[in-house]
Every structure is written in structure tokens, then in C-alpha cells.
């Protein structure tokens, strides 16, 4: 199976969830454990902060690559530590490849022309991990210079079976500031929709997506919906759940009638779901693997009960 959305649906429905768990690493936050290891084999903070990315990603992939289809590491976490963080990085991304996972990168590049082509080069390895030097199967994607700096990544896309998300509709407080800004009685990210799903239409494999999909905040629930029915063929990407304040019944919109459509994502909530109730009283500190688990099963129950994901149960 080489395109990006038939693979990412299958996975969905393997897994009977479109949960997914963002990789963002907090070296303040981190399991003492974890860094009291990292300190003991290493000098520099950097290799130091790296290390500990590293282990605990990996760690929380061997908890989750059971439950869930896809996780989302964000590149900023690792990138400012350097050449050791990058190299973190890659290997949180093999290790979730290897894992069975569906790897979506969060590192919002856009540029235009051959930069651009770098990027997707660098980036989208698809159906292929080895086609990538950071093998992901996909990339969110930052649209502002216009559609001429998403078609390098749809080119590089379509032909590695990978897929991008594109910035449409996003979950911070300052969104509008932009992008409800009308045209022609169009908001602007009306008009970003529009341009992402011909993409989509145009890039569809055995199913009814896409390989090219818009990233829609969960915090903004009516947007949400009204997306969903403007972009009929666009996979969606949806932050906000959880910790940014969005629940499920904010996300039922997301999805079509079979419960696919949509894979929502909740990171801080899961990665660091022992500092948080109930979680935080059930859980000794050195337990956060158990706390993570019980996390993640509790945002798959909560999608299952509220949001149309509850019939791939």
C-alpha cells in the first residue's frame, strides 16, 4: 500500500482509534530517571537534553505503538538543542517507523521553488522510510507564500506515497488575526480550504482522501464542522484536544459518517499525563509509562463515546 491516506486509514481502522499522540518533549518535565541517565553519560547540555529526548520518546512509543495509529513529533522540541537534538530527532522518527506507526512531522516548513523541494526531499520518505533522511510519512506545512510553495511538497508527496498538512484553520488564541480576514466575503481560511482540497481531489488513492490534508483546530468546533463539508476529500489533522481545552464532543465534526476523516491529537495531555489528575494520584512519579497508557486509553474511550470514531470500535 504506497498512498499516504490509504495507509493512514488502514491504520485507523487496525487500531479502531484516529487518536494520536503528539512527541513533545519537556526537559523540565521530564522522568527524573530519564535525566539522571542522560547526566551520567554525557557533559554538554545539549547532548545532555538530546539524550533524554530521545529515551523518553522512545519509550513513550513502546507504550502507545500498541493503541494507537500514528504519532506526531515536533521537530522545534528537538532542533533547539542543535546537531544532537536533529539527531535525536531521526532516530525518534526510525524508531516509531520500525514501531508500525504512521509519523507525521510537525515542522511547518513552506518556502517556494527548489528550497521548498528541499524541504519535501529532506522530510516526506513516505511509503518508503529509507527514501528520507528524516523518514517521516508526512509533514505539516505552512501555506503563506501562496500555492506555489505547496506544490513542491505535493510533487514529492505523490510520488514517496507521503502526505502534508497544510495550515488552515489552527487552534491558537491569535488565529483570527489573520485568518478570519475577509475577501470577497471569503475568509482567508476559506480560501486556503478551497485551494488545499482541489489538491486533495487531485491526489486520491483507493479511497475517498487525499494525500493532501489541512490541520483544523479542535478550539474552534463550528469552523471545524464547517470545514469538514468544504473540504469533503481533505484528511484532517486536529490539534487543540485535551490540554489546549478542546474535548471530543468538540471534534465530532471532524469526521464522516464511517469515522474516518479526521485524527486528532493530543500531546502534553498524554506525554506528561502524570503531573495531571486522576493521573497524578494514581500513579507513583516513577510510574508515568502506566500513566501514559491509561492517557491514551482514556482519550480512545472518549473519542469513541462522543465523535463518530466510536464505529470503527
Known sequence: MHHFSDRLNAAIRSKKTPALVGLDPRFDWLPEEIVSAAEAKHSSKAEIVAAAFEEFCFRMIDVVAPLVPAVKPQAAFFEEWGPAGCLALQRVIKRAREAGLVVICDAKRGDIGSTAEAYARAYLAGADPESAIWAADCLTVNPYLGSDTLQPFVKVAVERGAGIYVLVRTSNPGAGTFQDRKTDGHTLYECVAAVVNDLALNTTGNGHYGAIGAVVGATYPEELTQLRELM??????????????????????AFDAEGLGAIINS????????????YFEKFAPEEWEQAVEAATHDMIADLAEHTPAGKLQ
Not at 232 to 253: C, E
Not at 267 to 278: L, Q, V
Request: charged share 15%; proline share 12%.
Open 267 to 278: 500531546s502534553r495531555g498524554i506525554n506528561f499525563a502524570i503531573r495531571k489528575e486522576p
Open 232 to 253: 469533503p476529500h481533505t484528511p484532517l489533522l486536529v490539534p487543540g484536544y485535551g490540554s489546549q481545552g478542546a474535548g471530543a464532543g468538540d471534534v465530532a465534526g
